[in-house]
């Protein structure tokens, strides 16, 4: 039943070694967005993708990349990760992006050792 | 700058009370808003939503009100039960396909 799936729920990196997360999801729908959500706090957006047309906030930092190679499927690259990454990682679709809510994942736990 | 806010962090309550958790708003140019639950290690859940075109949408269990006048909206939960017990967000569509989230508020049932 799962609709937005995130993989893996934990992950764990050494300081500047990348990782990649992933998100699929199973409604079709044209927009994909990336929060951070840190403990105790509400989610952050950092970007997100509209069909194939990428939209980044802009005090996302450079080290947070995307890719969505295709409509089901859209990954957060982080280049090197620092302790100040460690969060949890929530991806959302929606239809078009208009007047409807978000449909998020249980969300990715990334740690920094 | 502007921002969606609540007004309590935390919000403790017996089981069977009616819980009701507030949200201020100051963009007066938004025109829909979204409640969530998250429970422990999982993503937002969408519970409700109205538009600015509404005053009130109830669904089951849980009524969500909008003062336009104030930049006021509440969501309203009936016989609270344990199982409610979450952080709730209040979400702002500020602009196309993009949402705000207020600083969320924790909701703990007590037996």
């Known amino acids: 039943d799962a609709m937005v799936i995130q993989n893996p729920r934990y992950q764990v990196t050494q300081f500047g070694k990348p990782v990649t997360l992933s998100c699929s999801q199973t409604?079709?729908?044209?927009?994909m967005y990336w929060y951070q959500q840190k403990s105790s706090q509400a989610p952050k957006l950092l970007f997100h993708y509209y069909d194939k047309d990428f939209n980044n906030e802009a005090d996302t930092p450079d080290n947070f990349q995307s890719r969505r190679p295709n409509t089901s499927f859209c990954f957060l690259d982080i280049r090197s990760p620092g302790l100040g990454d460690a969060a949890m990682y929530l991806c959302a679709t929606s239809r078009d992006g208009g007047r409807q809510p978000q449909h998020f994942g249980d969300g990715t736990r990334l740690s920094i050792l | 700058g502007e921002s969606v806010g609540l007004h309590l962090p935390t919000l403790s309550v017996q089981e069977g009370d009616n819980s009701i958790i507030n949200c201020a708003y100051s963009n007066s140019a938004s025109d829909y808003f979204i409640w969530y639950k998250q429970e422990s290690g999982k993503g937002p859940q969408f519970i409700i939503d109205?538009?600015?075109?509404?005053d009130k949408r109830q669904g089951q269990r849980v009524t969500v009100l909008l003062n336009k006048t104030v930049k006021h909206l509440s969501l309203q939960i009936a016989a609270t039960q344990p199982g409610d017990s979450a952080v709730y967000f209040c979400a702002e569509n500020r602009s196309f396909q993009k949402l705000v989230f207020g600083t969320g508020t924790r909701l703990l049932v007590s037996p």
């Open positions: 109205i538009r600015s075109n509404m």
């Open positions: 409604l079709n729908h044209n927009v």
